[in-house]
Structures are given as structure tokens and as C-alpha cells.
């Protein structure tokens, strides 16, 4: 059987970052920049007051209280400003430009708030509530690297510093397609011998979480043409594909049945529990990735976490491996077989326990719910005892 690392970079040496487009800012969530970002002025780009107040010189408040005249009011976006003289006030609002003459701003809370004449009561130092022209990032400054991914505040930088399109790598566009003849879509009433199709929500729902784009395309029967049909409309949209169902020993098997012919993907066992049979390959012109998954909803979700989120990573642009674990205590012991690396469905407590969930079968969607963690027993180990530190992968 192969190894799961030896099945893990075989897929990471297949796979390719996708390349770079211009993306408007409003396709850009989730992205990957492939430039560097900088700002063609400084920010903020004058300066300007910080709060609603006066702008006065603060030579004129010696003596508190003290009344000023006001000569003019100032809103953000003020294009026209007087100067201050001595002896001055002029009424200003967050963000208005700070009007030659003025060293200072006093709030309105430490006035009467007059519009003709202002009393002063609480003397403001120089320099007093103004943002400085540049003090955010300066002219030419990078604000974000090559490499970073676009989230709500970076895509706020990128539009903070006039950019409307930035060359980024998307996110990847995932079709998923689920395969048996006893799915039914939940809503619709079963009859004997029908479960309702999960698992196409929960790749779906993963693909998401992991930054791509998912399209569920729904479950197609175990005809192997049908799915090969189905396959043939979504190729040409789809940046990686993921199949459910399919790939075991039986008959009936689809998706090995319509791809091994092909000769581009391959059929194999990986030595782990749940999940042994893996299917990984490329198809069409654009050598387009497809991940061939077990059936059994916990199998389909762990191939998930270990080969396609690694597999999504690469395409992003971003470092790429085995998921990242942490060290636990197992709360009891745990049994595993020998020559396969279990996944052991666990809930990891603050107290740095780990404790296996009952319903440890393949099949047993709702442990899998009531779980926070994998618990990681390696290939030559078939028991642990409680107590033992042992990798956790949380979910
Ligand atoms: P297969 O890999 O097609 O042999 O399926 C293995 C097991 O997983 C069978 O019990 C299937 O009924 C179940 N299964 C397959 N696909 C799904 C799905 N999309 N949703 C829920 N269960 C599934
Ligand atoms: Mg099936």
C-alpha cells in the first residue's frame, strides 16, 4: 500500500499555482496577490483634522477661556479654505484638510460649539488632534506583499490606495460531483434501500472554508457514461475536480470504472483509516486535477483535509503540506490497526485532552459532527495508552 506522504506528493507534484489575472476589486476577495502593492501617494494624503472642532493657532489660547471669531466652517471634502490669522477660529470636521494658519484643533467638546464666535474652554497643545499627511504609508511604500492573501482589511488597502484591479492568482474553481444510485437529495422522501446524499455538501462547504470556489453539481447514478458526460460539461469551468463514491473494490464503481481507462488517473490504496481507496489524476487538455474520493462520508471528508486542502494551498499560491497538528494526551487508550495511519474522530478539550468519539466506522457522519479533531496514530503503532501524548489535527 502506498504511504499517505508518498500519496500526499504525488498529488502536490501534479498540481499548479493557477496563474496570475488582473482582478477587479470586487472579484478579489480570497485572492492571492501575485504583486507587490504599493501606494502612488501618501496617506492620508494631507493633512487634516481628526476630530469635529476648531482649528485655531494654539499661540491664541494663552488665556482659557478665551472667544474667537469664527471665519469659516470646514467639512471634509472642503475644497476652498481660508487661512487662520491670529486671533482666528475656523469650524472643522473629521477629515477636512487642516487650513494654512492652524497648528492645532480643539474638539467641540471643549467649546460652546458657537458658529459665529467660539468660547474656548480647555487649552489644545500644538499639533493637537491633526493626522498628519503621510502617516499612515508613505508615498511609493509598499502596503502588501506578493504572496498575501486578500481579506476584508487588506481589501480595504487595496482600494485605500486607488487601485481598482491588482494581479492576484483566484480562487480555485472546484466542481463537485457525487456518485451512487442510492443518493437522494435531502427533501425528497427516501424509499428503501436510499440514504440522503451528504457528502457533495460537506466537500462543497470544505472547499469553501479552504478559500476556492465549490460548485456542487449534485450526484449522477453509477453508470459510468453519465458521469463522463457530466465530467465533459464541467471540465471546461473547473480549475480542480472532486468525485465522491465510486473507487473501491466492488462493482459498480464509477468513477473507476469511466477514468481508469483513460489512463490518467490512478486507482490506489493508501494506508490510512478511513479512506484507502484514493483516487488522483488529470483530465482534459488543461490537465485539469481531479480528486477521485471515497464514498463514506468520513473517508471523503479526511481524504479532503489531508490531500485536497493541501492541493487547494498550492493552487492559491500558498505553502502547502500535510495538515498542521498539535501535540494531545489521549483521555483513554486508543486501538488502531497496524500498517495504516488512523484518523481517529476525536474532542480535544482546553486541558490539552483528546478524547475518541463513540462511532469510529467510515460511515458515521454524526460522530464525525460531534468531533473537533483527528487523532493522528501512526502507521506501526496499534495501541496507545491513556495518558499517551499523542498529534491531533483540529477541525
Ligand atoms: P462507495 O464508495 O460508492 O462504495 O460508497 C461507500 C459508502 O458511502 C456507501 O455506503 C454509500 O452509500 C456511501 N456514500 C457514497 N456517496 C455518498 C454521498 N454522496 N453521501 C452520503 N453517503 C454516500
Ligand atoms: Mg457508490
Known sequence: MKSVDA??????????????????????????????VSSPVPLPPFDNSAMDGYAVRADDLSEIPVTLPVIDDVAAGSTELRAVGPGHAVRIMTGAPLPAGADTVVPVEWTDGGTVSVRIDRRAEAGNAIRRAGEDVGAGDVVLEAGTVIRPAQLGIVAGVGRRRVKARPRPRVVIISTGAELVEPGSPLTTGQIWESNSYTLTAAVREAGAEGYRVGSVTDDPAVLLDRLDTHLVRADAIITSGGVSMGAYEPVKEALSPLGTVRFEKVAMQPGMPQGFGVLGDDQVPIFALPGNPVSSFVSFVLFVRPALDKMRGLPSGLPSSVTARAAGPLRSPS??????????????TVAPVHGQGSHQLAALAAANALIVVPEDVTEVAAGAAVEVIKL
Open 339 to 352: 500498517g495504516r495511519r488512523s484518523f481517529l474522530r476525536g474532542v480535544l478539550a482546553p486541558d490539552g
Open 7 to 36: 500519496h500526499l506528493a504525488d498529488i502536490l507534484a501534479t498540481v499548479r499555482p493557477l496563474a496570475p489575472l488582473e482582478l477587479d476589486l470586487e472579484q478579489v476577495l480570497g485572492a492571492t496577490l501575485a504583486e507587490d
